[in-house]
Each structure stands twice: as structure tokens, then as C-alpha cells.
Nanobody, 126 residues
Framework: QVQLVESGGGLVQAGGSLRLSCAAS????????MGWFRQAPGKERDFVAA????????YYADSVKGRFTISRDNAKNTVYLQMNSLKPEDTAVYYC???????????????????WGQGTQVTVSS
């Protein structure tokens, strides 16, 4: 079992920044890949970014590439999503997820992830 708790969401103006955190507990954090997804009202849950167990491999959705950065601190059992140059279209509930089947590679499909957090709301005003 893995428990994931996101934090750091909020309301920000366009062009601003936020840093989301996802604290993990349960199974040994270092042994699995992590991802961030987001879901806007009335839309499907979309991939945002993912990171391998050691942090050497990362992957981003085209819509956030160059603006968002995923990172992890295995000593703190935490994964982060630094979001810069935010746009109104980034408004969504952001979820972190754990992929227990992969370590060095990352998945971009939500079905590949085994555990999910409760989500944190990010609202970007224009």
C-alpha cells in the first residue's frame, strides 16, 4: 500500500508560479516511478509529467514542457512539480500517482499507475 498526499495548490495570476508537493508513505518510495496528472472540469485526466525512481529520467507533456519541472527527494519521500509561467488553461485538479511496476522508465498513461493522491486544486486567473 502507498499513501499519497498532495499540497501546494492555490489561486495564482497568469504568469505566476506554484510548487506542488506529494508526500508518499507506505512502501519504499525509492523503488517506484512517480507521475503528475491533471483534470479540468468536464475533461479527462491528462498526463503532465513523470520521473523515474532515481530522478534521471523525466518526461513532460508538450503543453507544459519548458514551464514545469518534476523532481523528487527520496530522503523525504516526496515528489515535486514546479510550475512556472502559469496560464489559465493550466487550471485543474492536480494528482500525483505512483507506478509500482516501473523504476527506471516512466509511463504516461493513467491506467499504468497504481496509487493516487486526493488531488490539489490549481486555479490560474487571467
Amino acid at each position: 500500500q502507498v499513501q499519497l498526499v498532495e499540497s501546494g495548490g492555490g489561486l495564482v495570476q497568469a504568469g505566476g508560479s506554484l510548487r506542488l508537493s506529494c508526500a508518499a508513505s507506505g512502501r519504499t518510495f525509492i523503488w517506484y516511478a512517480m507521475g503528475w496528472f491533471r483534470q479540468a472540469p468536464g475533461k479527462e485526466r491528462d498526463f503532465v509529467a513523470a520521473i523515474s525512481w532515481g530522478g534521471s529520467n523525466t518526461y513532460y507533456a508538450d503543453s507544459v514542457k519548458g514551464r514545469f519541472t518534476i523532481s523528487r527527494d527520496n530522503a523525504k519521500n516526496t515528489v515535486y512539480l514546479q510550475m512556472n509561467s502559469l496560464k489559465p488553461e493550466d487550471t485543474a485538479v492536480y494528482y500525483c500517482a505512483a507506478d509500482l511496476r516501473r523504476t527506471a522508465v516512466v509511463a504516461i498513461q493513467a491506467v499504468e499507475y497504481d496509487y493516487w493522491g486526493q488531488g490539489t486544486q490549481v486555479t490560474v486567473s487571467s
